[in-house]
Protein backbone atom coordinates (compact mmCIF):
# COMPACT_ATOMS: atom_id res chain seq x y z
CA UNK A 1 0.00 0.00 0.00
CA UNK A 2 1.38 3.69 -0.82
CA UNK A 3 1.15 6.20 1.78
CA UNK A 4 -2.18 7.86 1.10
CA UNK A 5 -3.35 11.20 0.05
CA UNK A 6 -2.05 13.82 2.95
CA UNK A 7 -5.95 14.63 3.75
CA UNK A 8 -6.54 10.64 4.03
CA UNK A 9 -3.41 11.21 6.20
CA UNK A 10 -4.23 13.58 7.90
CA UNK A 11 -7.25 11.59 9.35
CA UNK A 12 -5.40 8.45 10.87
CA UNK A 13 -3.17 11.16 12.82
CA UNK A 14 -5.95 12.69 14.12
CA UNK A 15 -7.36 8.95 15.48
CA UNK A 16 -3.86 8.49 16.12
CA UNK A 17 -4.14 11.06 18.52
CA UNK A 18 -7.04 10.49 19.97
CA UNK A 19 -5.78 6.37 21.07
CA UNK A 20 -2.15 8.83 22.70
CA UNK A 21 -4.75 10.73 24.21
CA UNK A 22 -6.73 8.17 25.84
CA UNK A 23 -4.01 6.06 26.81
CA UNK A 24 -2.23 8.84 28.06
CA UNK A 25 -5.04 9.78 30.58
CA UNK A 26 -5.29 6.47 32.00
CA UNK A 27 -1.34 6.34 32.83
CA UNK A 28 -1.86 9.76 34.76
CA UNK A 29 -0.27 11.69 31.69
CA UNK A 30 -1.92 15.66 32.04
CA UNK A 31 -1.38 16.77 28.52
CA UNK A 32 -0.75 20.69 27.72
CA UNK A 33 -0.79 20.29 24.13
CA UNK A 34 -0.32 16.85 22.07
CA UNK A 35 0.07 17.78 18.20
CA UNK A 36 0.33 14.55 15.53
CA UNK A 37 0.55 14.85 11.91
CA UNK A 38 1.30 12.55 9.03
CA UNK A 39 4.36 13.18 7.03
CA UNK A 40 4.77 13.03 2.80
CA UNK A 41 7.31 10.52 3.61
CA UNK A 42 5.36 8.13 6.15
CA UNK A 43 6.18 9.01 9.38
CA UNK A 44 4.06 10.42 12.50
CA UNK A 45 5.05 13.78 13.91
CA UNK A 46 4.04 13.71 17.34
CA UNK A 47 4.72 16.44 19.32
CA UNK A 48 4.33 16.32 23.21
CA UNK A 49 4.15 18.75 26.67
CA UNK A 50 2.89 18.20 30.43
CA UNK A 51 0.59 20.77 31.40
CA UNK A 52 -0.55 21.87 35.25
CA UNK A 53 -3.10 23.46 36.14
CA UNK A 54 -3.01 26.94 38.05
CA UNK A 55 -6.45 27.84 38.62
CA UNK A 56 -8.76 27.47 35.23
CA UNK A 57 -5.87 27.51 32.96
CA UNK A 58 -3.82 24.66 31.58
CA UNK A 59 0.12 25.58 31.91
CA UNK A 60 2.77 24.25 29.77
CA UNK A 61 5.48 23.00 31.72
CA UNK A 62 8.54 23.84 30.41
CA UNK A 63 11.57 21.36 29.47
CA UNK A 64 8.71 18.22 28.98
CA UNK A 65 8.22 19.12 25.11
CA UNK A 66 9.04 16.36 23.32
CA UNK A 67 9.14 15.49 19.15
CA UNK A 68 8.97 12.00 18.09
CA UNK A 69 8.89 10.55 14.84
CA UNK A 70 6.90 7.12 14.61
CA UNK A 71 7.76 5.19 11.58
CA UNK A 72 4.07 4.12 10.47
CA UNK A 73 2.92 0.70 8.64
CA UNK A 74 0.37 2.62 6.46
CA UNK A 75 -1.24 -1.26 5.46
CA UNK A 76 -2.50 -1.12 9.00
CA UNK A 77 -3.78 2.25 9.43
CA UNK A 78 -7.18 1.12 9.52
CA UNK A 79 -6.56 -1.27 12.59
CA UNK A 80 -7.22 -0.24 16.19
CA UNK A 81 -5.01 -2.04 17.57
CA UNK A 82 -2.17 -1.39 15.40
CA UNK A 83 -2.78 2.41 16.80
CA UNK A 84 -2.87 1.35 20.39
CA UNK A 85 0.52 -0.43 19.89
CA UNK A 86 1.59 2.76 18.06
CA UNK A 87 0.38 4.92 20.86
CA UNK A 88 2.22 2.82 23.61
CA UNK A 89 5.14 3.12 22.14
CA UNK A 90 5.00 6.47 21.49
CA UNK A 91 3.90 7.39 25.16
CA UNK A 92 6.54 4.83 26.41
CA UNK A 93 9.40 6.89 24.27
CA UNK A 94 7.76 10.22 25.76
CA UNK A 95 7.59 8.81 29.33
CA UNK A 96 11.39 7.67 28.92
CA UNK A 97 12.76 11.46 27.97
CA UNK B 1 20.76 34.25 1.52
CA UNK B 2 20.09 37.03 -0.44
CA UNK B 3 18.80 40.03 0.73
CA UNK B 4 14.51 40.98 1.53
CA UNK B 5 12.97 44.13 0.25
CA UNK B 6 9.93 45.11 2.20
CA UNK B 7 7.51 47.23 0.90
CA UNK B 8 7.53 49.56 3.92
CA UNK B 9 9.99 50.03 6.76
CA UNK B 10 9.67 47.88 9.50
CA UNK B 11 8.32 50.30 11.95
CA UNK B 12 6.93 49.08 15.53
CA UNK B 13 5.62 51.99 17.37
CA UNK B 14 2.41 54.27 16.80
CA UNK B 15 4.21 56.76 15.10
CA UNK B 16 4.24 54.97 11.64
CA UNK B 17 2.95 57.21 8.95
CA UNK B 18 -0.72 56.35 7.80
CA UNK B 19 -0.78 53.71 5.43
CA UNK B 20 -0.91 54.71 1.25
CA UNK B 21 -3.39 53.41 -0.60
CA UNK B 22 -1.80 50.22 -1.72
CA UNK B 23 -1.85 46.62 -2.07
CA UNK B 24 -3.59 44.19 -0.23
CA UNK B 25 -0.68 43.04 1.10
CA UNK B 26 1.63 46.17 2.57
CA UNK B 27 4.38 43.71 3.99
CA UNK B 28 4.66 41.11 1.19
CA UNK B 29 8.31 41.46 0.50
CA UNK B 30 8.90 43.17 -3.25
CA UNK B 31 8.94 40.67 -6.10
CA UNK B 32 7.27 37.77 -4.69
CA UNK B 33 5.91 35.22 -7.36
CA UNK B 34 2.60 33.81 -6.22
CA UNK B 35 2.32 30.46 -5.05
CA UNK B 36 -1.32 30.11 -4.40
CA UNK B 37 -4.60 32.48 -3.46
CA UNK B 38 -7.99 31.04 -1.55
CA UNK B 39 -10.68 33.58 -1.80
CA UNK B 40 -13.17 31.19 -0.34
CA UNK B 41 -15.35 33.25 -3.04
CA UNK B 42 -16.74 30.42 -5.13
CA UNK B 43 -20.21 30.74 -4.65
CA UNK B 44 -20.56 27.78 -7.11
CA UNK B 45 -19.33 25.30 -4.38
CA UNK B 46 -21.35 24.25 -1.28
CA UNK B 47 -19.26 22.00 0.30
CA UNK B 48 -15.35 22.14 0.40
CA UNK B 49 -14.48 18.99 -1.69
CA UNK B 50 -12.16 20.26 -3.71
CA UNK B 51 -10.46 22.87 -1.39
CA UNK B 52 -13.31 25.06 -0.73
CA UNK B 53 -13.11 25.87 -4.27
CA UNK B 54 -9.40 26.70 -5.02
CA UNK B 55 -7.46 25.26 -7.50
CA UNK B 56 -4.54 23.18 -5.65
CA UNK B 57 -5.98 22.92 -2.58
CA UNK B 58 -7.16 20.31 -0.66
CA UNK B 59 -10.09 19.57 1.95
CA UNK B 60 -10.31 16.45 4.42
CA UNK B 61 -13.54 16.81 7.12
CA UNK B 62 -13.05 16.19 10.47
CA UNK B 63 -14.35 17.43 14.22
CA UNK B 64 -16.34 20.87 12.57
CA UNK B 65 -18.35 21.93 9.69
CA UNK B 66 -17.51 23.70 6.87
CA UNK B 67 -19.72 26.21 5.34
CA UNK B 68 -19.45 29.41 3.15
CA UNK B 69 -21.22 32.70 4.17
CA UNK B 70 -21.98 35.21 2.61
CA UNK B 71 -21.26 37.72 5.10
CA UNK B 72 -19.25 40.66 2.61
CA UNK B 73 -15.69 39.98 4.19
CA UNK B 74 -13.07 42.85 3.70
CA UNK B 75 -10.48 41.15 0.82
CA UNK B 76 -12.79 38.56 -1.44
CA UNK B 77 -16.42 39.23 -1.17
CA UNK B 78 -19.29 38.25 -1.10
CA UNK B 79 -18.27 34.85 0.58
CA UNK B 80 -16.19 33.53 3.92
CA UNK B 81 -15.46 30.34 4.45
CA UNK B 82 -16.47 29.51 7.88
CA UNK B 83 -15.50 26.15 10.48
CA UNK B 84 -18.03 25.76 13.42
CA UNK B 85 -17.68 24.39 16.67
CA UNK B 86 -20.42 23.02 17.73
CA UNK B 87 -21.76 23.37 21.58
CA UNK B 88 -20.07 20.13 23.00
CA UNK B 89 -16.90 20.23 21.15
CA UNK B 90 -13.64 19.24 22.93
CA UNK B 91 -10.41 20.07 23.11
CA UNK B 92 -7.48 19.08 21.01
CA UNK B 93 -10.29 18.33 18.03
CA UNK B 94 -9.60 20.22 14.60
CA UNK B 95 -12.45 21.39 12.85
CA UNK B 96 -10.93 20.16 9.55
CA UNK B 97 -7.80 20.76 6.98
CA UNK B 98 -7.81 22.82 4.36
CA UNK B 99 -4.35 22.82 2.94
CA UNK B 100 -1.39 23.28 0.20
CA UNK B 101 1.25 21.14 0.11
CA UNK B 102 4.10 22.21 -2.60
CA UNK B 103 7.45 23.39 -2.07
CA UNK B 104 7.37 27.21 -0.73
CA UNK B 105 11.33 27.28 -0.49
CA UNK B 106 12.93 29.26 2.06
CA UNK B 107 11.61 32.47 2.05
CA UNK B 108 7.69 32.81 2.49
CA UNK B 109 5.00 35.27 2.90
CA UNK B 110 1.52 33.76 4.04
CA UNK B 111 -1.06 36.26 4.41
CA UNK B 112 -4.54 35.63 5.50
CA UNK B 113 -7.65 37.48 6.46
CA UNK B 114 -9.60 36.01 9.21
CA UNK B 115 -11.76 36.42 12.47
CA UNK B 116 -12.90 34.54 15.82
CA UNK B 117 -16.48 34.92 16.45
CA UNK B 118 -17.35 37.42 18.75
CA UNK B 119 -18.55 34.66 21.75
CA UNK B 120 -14.75 32.86 21.19
CA UNK B 121 -14.05 31.25 24.73
CA UNK B 122 -10.41 30.83 24.14
CA UNK B 123 -9.39 27.29 24.94
CA UNK B 124 -7.97 26.53 28.88
CA UNK B 125 -4.32 26.17 27.78
CA UNK B 126 -4.40 29.48 25.86
CA UNK B 127 -3.64 27.60 22.63
CA UNK B 128 -6.26 28.49 19.61
CA UNK B 129 -4.90 27.71 16.46
CA UNK B 130 -5.65 29.07 12.95
CA UNK B 131 -2.91 27.96 10.52
CA UNK B 132 0.30 25.78 10.52
CA UNK B 133 3.14 26.45 7.82
CA UNK B 134 5.26 23.31 7.65
CA UNK B 135 8.74 22.67 6.81
CA UNK B 136 10.81 19.49 5.84
CA UNK B 137 7.57 17.64 5.58
CA UNK B 138 7.49 18.36 9.17
CA UNK B 139 4.12 20.90 11.00
CA UNK B 140 6.77 23.33 12.14
CA UNK B 141 5.23 26.20 12.99
CA UNK B 142 1.68 27.23 13.84
CA UNK B 143 0.04 30.63 14.66
CA UNK B 144 -2.34 31.18 17.57
CA UNK B 145 -4.35 33.96 19.43
CA UNK B 146 -3.38 33.03 22.64
CA UNK B 147 -5.93 33.54 25.75
CA UNK B 148 -8.16 31.51 27.40
CA UNK B 149 -11.93 31.97 28.43
CA UNK B 150 -12.91 35.78 26.76
CA UNK B 151 -9.39 36.92 27.89
CA UNK B 152 -7.66 38.71 25.95
CA UNK B 153 -6.32 37.37 23.14
CA UNK B 154 -2.59 38.29 21.58
CA UNK B 155 -1.19 36.22 18.25
CA UNK B 156 1.90 33.99 18.76
CA UNK B 157 4.12 32.05 16.43
CA UNK B 158 4.73 28.94 17.84
CA UNK B 159 7.19 26.22 17.39
CA UNK B 160 7.46 22.34 16.99
CA UNK B 161 8.62 19.16 15.89
CA UNK B 162 12.74 20.24 15.11
CA UNK B 163 12.87 23.64 15.40
CA UNK B 164 15.09 25.20 18.28
CA UNK B 165 13.19 28.12 18.59
CA UNK B 166 14.91 31.71 19.44
CA UNK B 167 17.01 32.55 22.44
CA UNK B 168 15.67 36.26 22.70
CA UNK B 169 12.12 34.53 22.77
CA UNK B 170 10.75 36.25 26.48
CA UNK B 171 9.56 32.92 28.19
CA UNK B 172 10.19 29.76 26.15
CA UNK B 173 12.44 29.46 23.09
CA UNK B 174 9.33 28.29 21.10
CA UNK B 175 6.87 30.53 21.75
CA UNK B 176 7.46 33.32 20.10
CA UNK B 177 5.41 35.91 21.89
CA UNK B 178 5.30 40.07 20.38
CA UNK B 179 8.53 41.39 21.23
CA UNK B 180 7.69 44.44 19.50
CA UNK B 181 5.98 46.25 22.53
CA UNK B 182 3.31 46.86 20.37
CA UNK B 183 1.33 43.36 19.97
CA UNK B 184 -2.38 44.77 19.55
CA UNK B 185 -4.96 41.97 20.43
CA UNK B 186 -6.84 40.34 18.56
CA UNK B 187 -10.37 41.37 18.87
CA UNK B 188 -13.24 39.06 18.52
CA UNK B 189 -16.01 39.08 15.92
CA UNK B 190 -13.03 41.41 14.18
CA UNK B 191 -11.54 40.84 11.48
CA UNK B 192 -7.48 40.87 11.11
CA UNK B 193 -5.08 40.87 8.27
CA UNK B 194 -1.99 38.50 9.24
CA UNK B 195 0.76 38.72 7.61
CA UNK B 196 3.94 36.78 8.04
CA UNK B 197 7.24 36.60 6.22
CA UNK B 198 9.68 33.53 7.31
CA UNK B 199 12.74 32.70 6.44
CA UNK B 200 14.62 29.05 7.28
CA UNK B 201 17.88 29.24 9.03
CA UNK B 202 21.01 28.12 6.93
CA UNK B 203 22.13 24.56 8.72
CA UNK B 204 23.38 24.91 12.23
CA UNK B 205 22.97 28.87 12.44
CA UNK B 206 20.51 31.09 14.48
CA UNK B 207 19.61 33.29 12.02
CA UNK B 208 15.77 32.53 10.84
CA UNK B 209 13.69 35.53 10.55
CA UNK B 210 10.01 35.48 11.43
CA UNK B 211 8.02 38.60 11.43
CA UNK B 212 4.22 38.98 11.80
CA UNK B 213 2.18 42.30 11.57
CA UNK B 214 -1.44 42.25 11.91
CA UNK B 215 -4.18 44.80 11.08
CA UNK B 216 -7.65 45.13 11.72
CA UNK B 217 -10.94 45.59 9.54
CA UNK B 218 -13.15 48.49 10.90
CA UNK B 219 -15.67 48.03 8.13
CA UNK B 220 -14.65 50.13 5.52
CA UNK B 221 -10.56 50.30 5.76
CA UNK B 222 -7.65 48.65 7.26
CA UNK B 223 -5.79 50.20 10.57
CA UNK B 224 -2.24 50.96 10.40
CA UNK B 225 -0.14 46.77 10.38
CA UNK B 226 1.70 46.90 13.59
CA UNK B 227 4.69 44.53 13.52
CA UNK B 228 4.02 42.28 16.57
CA UNK B 229 6.79 39.32 16.04
CA UNK B 230 10.59 40.40 14.73
CA UNK B 231 12.83 37.74 15.59
CA UNK B 232 15.93 36.89 13.63
CA UNK B 233 17.38 34.46 15.41
CA UNK B 234 15.23 31.22 14.93
CA UNK B 235 16.10 27.46 14.55
CA UNK B 236 12.99 26.51 12.48
CA UNK B 237 14.93 23.41 11.75
CA UNK B 238 18.71 22.94 12.47
CA UNK B 239 19.39 21.38 9.20
CA UNK B 240 17.63 24.15 7.69
CA UNK B 241 15.66 23.16 4.07
CA UNK B 242 12.28 24.95 2.83
CA UNK B 243 8.66 25.63 4.17
CA UNK B 244 6.02 23.42 2.51
CA UNK B 245 2.58 22.81 3.62
CA UNK B 246 0.38 25.71 4.38
CA UNK B 247 -3.11 24.36 6.46
CA UNK B 248 -5.98 25.66 7.97
CA UNK B 249 -6.79 23.41 10.74
CA UNK B 250 -8.65 25.76 13.32
CA UNK B 251 -7.42 23.04 15.99
CA UNK B 252 -9.07 24.46 20.00
CA UNK B 253 -6.46 24.04 22.20
CA UNK B 254 -4.48 21.68 23.69
CA UNK B 255 -6.13 18.88 25.57
CA UNK B 256 -9.21 18.70 26.80
CA UNK B 257 -12.39 20.42 28.13
CA UNK B 258 -15.79 21.24 25.93
CA UNK B 259 -17.75 23.82 24.47
CA UNK B 260 -20.76 25.13 25.94
CA UNK B 261 -22.30 26.84 22.66
CA UNK B 262 -21.06 27.12 19.41
CA UNK B 263 -18.48 29.03 18.06
CA UNK B 264 -16.16 29.74 15.17
CA UNK B 265 -13.48 30.81 13.22
CA UNK B 266 -13.87 32.52 9.65
CA UNK B 267 -11.16 32.86 6.66
CA UNK B 268 -11.75 35.22 4.08
CA UNK B 269 -8.63 34.92 2.33
CA UNK B 270 -5.42 33.23 1.60
CA UNK B 271 -2.50 34.03 0.38
CA UNK B 272 0.85 32.59 -0.43
CA UNK B 273 3.78 34.00 -2.41
CA UNK B 274 7.77 32.74 -2.18
CA UNK B 275 11.02 34.60 -3.31
CA UNK B 276 11.50 34.25 -7.33
CA UNK B 277 13.62 30.87 -7.77
Known sequence: MSIP???????VAQDLKAVIFQQA????????????HASASGFMGVNMIRGELVGDVVHEVLDTRQYIRAAFD?????DPAYLSEIAASILGGYEAG | MGSVTFRRPLVSDDAAPAEEPGPDWPNEPEGYTLVTEHPFSNASVTNSSSGGGATGWGYAPRSGTFARRENNPPMSSPYSGE???GAGFTGGNDLFTIYHGSDKGNLVFLGFVHRYSDNWVGHSSGVNKNVFCW????????????GSGSGTLNAQLRLQAQAQGSASAPNNALNL????????????????????FLQMNTSGQANGIARLWLSSWNGSAWSEPKLVLDYDDVIFDPSGGTFDQVEWVGTWGGIGGTLSESQYQQMDHIRITRAAA
Open chain 1, 5 to 11: DYGSRWN
Open chain 1, 25 to 36: KSRGLFLYDLDV
Open chain 1, 74 to 78: WERSA
Open chain 2, 83 to 85: GTY
Open chain 2, 135 to 146: ANDQATTYLSAQ
Open chain 2, 177 to 196: EGNTGNSPAIQRGVWHRWEL
